[in-house]
């Protein structure tokens, strides 16, 4: 019987024969890293060394399998979220996957978040965001995986919560969960960087195995793609400009109505009736911002999409999807949330509502939500 290696990087089984197929590392390469115990496969390796992101055939289906494997099992779930972009990274209908498993919500992130916000308040506003999904957690943990913050505490918590039982890391793309098994595994082994880690959506491609010293598992499984999400609609580079690494800086500004804010070429606010407010955007501190007025917001986008408001690029301006548009009356403090780019904090009342529309590319959700600040 052939015996069979999976690459240590995203657990896919390692292959030869198909380059575009997961897992594929030439001869030549699976030899030498066989030899000395790095067995990573090629599309891993460019990843780690050069930073070279390569599309693999994954479907839909194969997600929902891995899904439906953790509902199947008597696990504990953990289920990692990202604080700046929860609403574009929840598992969509996940309480029906774990199927009464118990979910323990881990918001990774928290060190872009201004710092003046309390970890209470941040928990508290998860708690009531969680319950709108569906979702009961036993508990929430707040990390920061790129800052190893509160690991000890989050491996402290599931070893209490599992109950001797295997453990499943779920997430959708792009919310830092390969860098969080990281930081448990140097927790655990203190070996570092043992899985693929990079910016972009999908870099584990199977589910990975993590041993516990009771024969129990923790389980990474792939990033569930999330189809209303800002990165699947930019080019690598670009993703600098909608994925903070450190802690954001909100800007307030000043608007009348009959005003636009154009988040670079990727999303525009309109204020279109209401008193003058300040209103606080909350986004990458690379995202450049550019305020016009109402009437001519068209034409200026039409002129300057990919020159001055980039990103896009204006190569990439060739298959951007259009802006559409999202109409909302605010009658409280209120967050007009871009899925996977930031949001905007519109003070309201219901004497004197405010009349906005949001607008984002056609496949990106736009939401509103009680203010996380």
Sequence with gaps: MKEEFYCIGCGAKIQTEDEKKAGFTPKSVL?????????????????RH???????????????????EVGDSDALVVNVVDIFDFNGSVIPGLSRFVMGNDVLLVANKKDVLPKS??????????????????????????????????????MDKIE???????????????????????????EIT???DIITTSRFPGTTLD?????????????????IIHRHQMAHYLSDKNLNYISPKKEIKPKTYQLNPEQTLFLAGLARFDFIAGQRQGMTAYFDNNLKMHRTKLSGADAFYIKH?????????????????????????????????????????????????????????????????????
Excluded at 120 to 141: N, T
Excluded at 162 to 184: E, H
Excluded at 358 to 370: C, D, E, N, Q
């Design 31 to 47: 030899e030498k890293g066989l030899a000395s115990g790095d067995c990573y496969c090629q599309r891993c390796f460019r990843l």
């Design 50 to 68: 050069y930073n070279d992101i390569t599309d693999i055939q994954m479907s839909d289906d194969d997600f929902l399998a891995l899904l439906h």
């Design 117 to 154: 916000i309390k970890d209470k308040k941040v928990i508290q506003w998860l708690a009531e965001r969680a319950h709108e999904e569906g979702l009961r957690p036993v508990d929430i943990v707040l990390t920061s995986a790129q800052d190893q913050q509160a690991i000890k505490e989050l």
């Design 160 to 186: 209490v919560l599992r109950k001797g039982r295997d453990v499943y890391v779920v997430g959708v793309t792009n919310v830092g969960k390969s860098t969080l098994i990281n930081a448990i595994i140097q």
């Design 190 to 192: 203190g070996q570092k």
């Design 207 to 223: 589910k990975i195995e993590i041993p516990l010293d009771d024969g129990s598992y923790i389980f990474d499984t792939p990033g």
């Design 305 to 373: 999409a990919g020159t001055l408001l980039i990103p896009p690029s204006k190569e990439e301006m060739a298959e951007f999807p259009e802006l559409i548009r999202h109409d909302f009356v605010i009658k409280e403090k209120t967050d007009i949330v871009y899925s996977g780019l930031g949001w905007i904090r519109v003070q309201g009342s219901t004497s004197q509502p405010v009349t906005v529309a949001a607008w984002a590319p056609k496949g990106v959700s736009v939401i509103l939500r009680k203010a996380l600040i």
